[in-house]
């Protein structure tokens, strides 16, 4: 006897298995990533008799109608929107750690000040569109069955990854904070500067995510998708350390008027003062700060929200052991945060670059 029809075309069983996938993809490109995604290789693809992934990718497309999807937001509606999440994460970010600054690293000021950097990335977050349902219509000959409408997205983004971040976040920038030294003004700037970031940070994950988009729609394989990705993410990282390095000398310009340090003056003027005030290793953990702030919303912004939770709430812990044990801030951040920073980085590297992080 033979065996079953549908072992007979297993093209058609990845057909019922990824119709959802086949029936909103925009270009093969599309179905090639989410197949790769859900952890099929080029074994798969010799199982239905073709070269390599992309190949069955092209099938799939073909012989699986396309289901309408909701029209793309303009560019100007876009632009507008990560704009103003850029502004919101500074807003969230910079107030609670200028008052924790003031008033003090006290419990009833750390727990109050904690609330709005906890809820940052829920806040943030771009909610998913609903997809418009597709019209009413008599069932076609070519299809499997009948399309089927996935469930509406969640209303509320307060899951657990978002508020794990959140507290990995709040952390990361109170710890230093709270922390004893001797130069807390200049902890209390540099922290400062981080916070505003916090607005860099999330316009740098906007626009890798939109990048990684558009290089979804114009690369005709996965490999020239991939070629095209590896200098975004180094581009993405380095726009927004630029931009806490410029935030961070201008805190410490601002301290070296409000806060000089006692002695003589020293010539040079106030770009000079602001220079000297900070030192190899403070300039150091102020990059390590600005990584473990970026390349979790990095992670986030491309659907890894797990991963950039764990990441988010391990850059704090791994810093708190060094500072526990009497290390200095800087130090302790550079010992222990630098570490999660370079996981974080080649993780990122290896995930990120995948087209199946930006469908």
Do not use: K
């Not at 010799?46 to 390599?52: I, K, L, S």
């Not at 920038?173 to 001797?182: D, E, H, I, V």
């Not at 690369?219 to 200098?231: D, H, S």
């Amino acid at each position: 006897m033979s065996g079953p029809v549908a072992s007979a075309d297993p093209v058609r069983e990845l057909m019922a298995e990824h119709r959802d996938l086949c029936e909103r993809a925009v270009d093969p490109l599309e179905i090639a990533a989410g197949l790769e995604e859900a952890g099929l290789g080029p074994d798969a693809a010799a199982r239905c008799r073709h070269a390599d992934l992309f190949s069955l990718a092209e099938e799939l497309y073909a012989r699986v109608p396309r289901r309408p999807s909701p029209p793309e937001p303009p560019e100007p509606r876009r632009c507008a929107a990560a704009a103003r999440a850029a502004l919101t994460a500074a807003a969230l970010a910079a107030p609670p750690c200028a008052a924790v600054a003031a008033l003090g690293a006290r419990w009833p000021v750390l727990l109050p000040a904690a609330v709005p950097l906890v809820l940052l990335p829920a806040l943030t977050a771009t909610a998913p569109a609903e997809p418009a349902p597709p019209p009413c219509r008599p069932p076609c000959p070519t299809e499997l069955g009948p399309v089927r409408t996935p469930p509406p997205p969640a209303g509320s983004r307060l899951r657990p990854a978002a508020l794990g971040h959140g507290l990995g976040l709040a952390a990361l920038l109170l710890l230093p904070l709270a922390a004893p030294g001797r130069d807390r003004p200049l902890a209390a700037a540099l922290v400062l500067a981080a916070a505003v970031s916090a607005g860099s940070a999330e316009r740098a994950a906007r626009w890798y995510r939109q990048v990684g988009r558009g290089h979804l729609g114009a690369a005709r394989t996965l490999a020239e998708f991939r070629a095209r990705m590896r200098p975004v993410l180094p581009v993405a990282v380095a726009l927004h350390l630029a931009v806490l390095a410029v935030l961070s000398y201008a805190a410490l310009a601002v301290l070296a008027v409000v806060a000089p340090r006692p002695g003589p003056g020293h010539g040079g003027g106030l770009l000079h003062l602001a220079a000297e005030r900070a030192g190899p290793a403070a300039w150091a953990a102020q990059g390590v700060l600005g990584l473990l702030l970026v390349l979790p919303a990095l992670l986030a912004r491309c659907g890894r929200t797990t991963a950039a939770a764990l990441g988010a709430l391990a850059g704090p812990v791994a810093a708190a052991v060094p500072l526990a044990l009497g290390r200095p801030w800087p130090s302790a951040v550079l010992l222990g945060g630098g570490a999660v920073a370079v996981v974080l980085l080649a993780h990122g590297w290896a995930l990120l670059g995948r087209a199946g992080a930006h469908r």
